[in-house]
C-alpha cells in the first residue's frame, strides 16, 4: 500500500521501534484493512509493547473491524488507555453503557496515554464516535477550548483539524443549522484531503451526503459514488457496507422502496460478512415491508432476529416499534397496542428523539386505522409541528396519513379546498421532486375523483402510476393501486 497520512501522522510522536514496526506493516500491506488485520496480529504477540496494542485497536475502531478489535483485546496487557475506545464500540452495537463510566475511563486514559499529542488522537476518535450516543459530550468545553488552541497554535497539531472541524459541524447539525454544518463539513472534507487520512476523507463523504440527501439526492448519490471507490481502495468494508446503508435511505426519501430495499439487503450481507452489528439495518428492512403495506414479510423478518433483540439496549426500541406497524397493517389490533405499550416503556428509556417521533407517529396510524380520525389528525398535527426539517420522513409520512384521512372522510359534495391536506402532500412531495411519494399522492388523488364522479381524470392518472410502477424501484407502486383503487383492475 501507498503510505497513507492516517498512519503517519503520528510517527513523530512515537518511539522509534513503534515507527519501524508501523512502516513495516505498511510496506507489506496491500492496503489499509489488510495493514489492520497484520498490526493486529503483531500487536497479539508477547513482546508488542502498550503503545503497539493501543495504535492496533485504535485502528481498527476507525475502520469499524469488530474482529480485530475483539481479538485484540484478549491480549494480556492493554493500556488503560485503549478503553475508552473500547466503552463506546460497546455502545455502537447497542450497549448501554453509563456515561458516567465512560468519561472517568476517558479522564484515567487522557492522564496514562505517553504524551499531549497522542492525548488528542485519543480524545478527538473518541468524542467522534460517542457524540451521536451522548450529546452530553458536548459539555466538555474545557478540553475542546484546550485543544482547540493547541490545534490551531502548534504545527504538530494541525493535522487534527478535520476531526475539530467535523466535531463542530455535528453540533450546528444538533441546533438545526443545517447550512452552515454543511459548509463546515466540507471545510473539514478539504483538510482530510490534505491531510491524507482517507477513512476521514470516507467519512466526510458519507456525512455530506446524509446531510443533503433531502436537499439534493442526485449529488448525494454522485458524493456516494466517490465514497465507493475511496471504500474500494482501502479494503474497508464497513465503508462499503455504509455505501449502501446511506443509498437505501435516499431512496427511500425518494419513496423508490424496492430500490431502498435491495440497498439494504445488500448492507445486510455486507456486515454479517464481516461480524458489523447490523442493527440499524433491521429496523430499516422492516420499516420498508411495512411501508409497501406487507406487514406479513416484516412480522416474519422480524421474528427472524430475536435473538439478536436485548431488551436492555437501547435500539430494542425499534424492534417493538416496527412489530407494532407490522401488526397495525395486518389489522391485528390486541397484539399492535401491546407491541405499542412495550416500545414506549424503551422509547423512554432510550431519550432518543427519533424514538419518540416514531412512536408517535405509529400511535396515529393506528388511531386512524381503528377509525377514531380525530385523533389520529391531532396526533400526526402535534408531530408535524414539533419535526425539524431533517426529519423528512415523518413528515411526508403525517401528511399522506393525514391526506388519506382527509379522502376518506370528504364528502363528493365537498369542494377541493387549496389548504386540504392532500394539496400540501402533492406540493410537498413535488417540490422535493420524490418520485415514488409523488406517484402515491396520485394514487390519494384517484379515489377522490372516483369519489367526485370524476373517472376518466381518475383513470388518467391511474395510467401515469402505472408507467411509473414499471420502474423496478417502485415496482410496489402496483399492489399499491390494487389495494387503494380496486377498479383500477391491477
Known sequence: MKPLGTITTCFPHVDDETRIILQSIMNKAENYSDFVIRFCEKACSKQSSQLIRYLAYFH???IDMYPEMDRIIKSDDMPVYYEPLHLVSRVKVGETVDMNMMYKSLIKAMNEIPNDWLACHLYLEWRRAAESFYPETDTDKQIMETLEKRIKNDDDFACFKPLFIGLEAYGMMMKG??????????????LARKYDDLPLIADGLCLIAETIRIMDAPRAIEI??????IAEELGYKWGLARNSLILGWIMLYRGEFNAALNHLLEFRELVDSIGHPSAWSEFVLALIYNLVGDGENAIEYLNSIKDKVDDRKRNAALYYLMFAFAYIKIGNKREASAYLDTAKQLVVRAGFQSYLNWHQLLEGIFEKEQGDFESAMDTFDNLLNRLNKMEDLHRILCLFHLAEIEVETQ?????DIAESFLNRFETYVEEKDYPGFIAQAKILRVKLLQKQGEHKKAQALVDAVLQVAESPSMAYLKDMIAVHVPSAGC
Do not use: C, I, V
Not at 443549522?177 to 478539504?190: F, I, K, N, S, V
Not at 456516494?224 to 471507490?229: D, L, R, V
Not at 364528502?411 to 369542494?415: A, K, L, R, V
Open 411 to 415: 364528502s363528493p359534495e365537498t369542494e
Open 60 to 62: 481498527a475502531f476507525h
Open 224 to 229: 456516494m459514488q466517490e465514497h465507493n471507490k
Open 177 to 190: 443549522y443545517h447550512e452552515d454544518a454543511l459548509q463546515t463539513y466540507e471545510r473539514g472534507l478539504a
